[in-house]
């Protein structure tokens, strides 16, 4: 089992909808992130979150520390939203060093 | 927000020759570099650690004396892929790390042939 874990693996939407990915993670953290890659590869930090829920644009991020668990939600999607969504934690006793799940592939269709 | 770039964006090379990626944090310093590789629709593994002057710390079953890192300043770490092979042929990223923010580059894709 992985120690970090995201749903589902492929997502297919259509554009306007409310879009929901999910993290479980079974190691302590001291924090988590949600990262973008587009298809030329390229990596961008959406969120970093230790507790609550953080919010950017359509994109909002929330955390459950008690239940290891974290959602990212797009409100209105688009088709530019269409990438892969990751999810990585800090270990509590690694530092910054940073485990990563395994990437949700979203495509909105217009 | 913090600007990472990784030069080249994409190479490719024969068999047996050695490649140099490097990464730059313009416009912070990074107290610590990671060098993370990812394969197609896999995820992100990582490669080694570095602090701003020590020697790396490597994953198991990465070869540090093929996949020579240095990061001798604040603000440019380089990953050597020594003698490549094509197994080496992947996507690699850099991650530069200041006080509680990661940040990354926009990765070297590196074919071997």
């Known amino acids: 089992k992985n120690e970090v874990e995201q749903s589902p693996q492929n997502l297919t939407a259509q554009e306007g909808e409310f879009i929901t990915i999910n993290c479980s993670y079974s190691?302590?953290?001291?924090?988590l992130h949600w990262l973008q890659q587009h298809p030329g590869g390229g990596i961008v930090s959406l969120f970093m979150?230790?507790?609550g829920k953080k919010k950017h644009g359509r994109l909002i991020a929330t955390i459950n520390i008690q239940e290891k668990h974290s959602s990212l939600h797009i409100t209105a999607s688009h088709p530019r939203d269409s990438a892969v969504y990751i999810c990585?934690?800090?270990?509590?006793?690694?530092?910054?060093?940073?485990?990563f799940g395994e990437g949700t592939q979203l495509t909105v269709n217009p | 927000g913090a600007v990472v770039s990784q030069h080249p964006s994409r190479v490719i090379c024969k068999s047996g020759t050695s490649v140099k990626i490097e990464c730059r944090s313009l416009?912070?310093?990074?107290?610590?570099m990671f060098w993370y590789r990812q394969f197609p629709k896999k995820s992100l593994m990582l490669m080694a650690t570095?602090?701003?002057?020590?020697?790396?710390?490597?994953e198991q079953g990465v070869e540090k004396d093929k996949f020579l890192i240095n990061h001798a300043s604040l603000t440019l770490s380089t990953l050597t892929v020594t003698s490549a092979h094509p197994e080496d042929s992947s996507f690699y990223i850099c991650?530069?790390?200041?006080?509680?923010?990661?940040?990354f580059g926009p990765g070297t894709r590196l074919l071997v042939l």
């Open positions: 990585a934690v800090g270990e509590e006793t690694s530092g910054s060093r940073l485990t």
């Open positions: 190691v302590g953290i001291s924090a």
């Open positions: 979150l230790s507790s």
């Open positions: 416009d912070f310093q990074a107290t610590t």
């Open positions: 570095s602090n701003e002057g020590s020697k790396a710390t490597y």
């Open positions: 991650s530069p790390h200041r006080t509680y923010t990661q940040y």
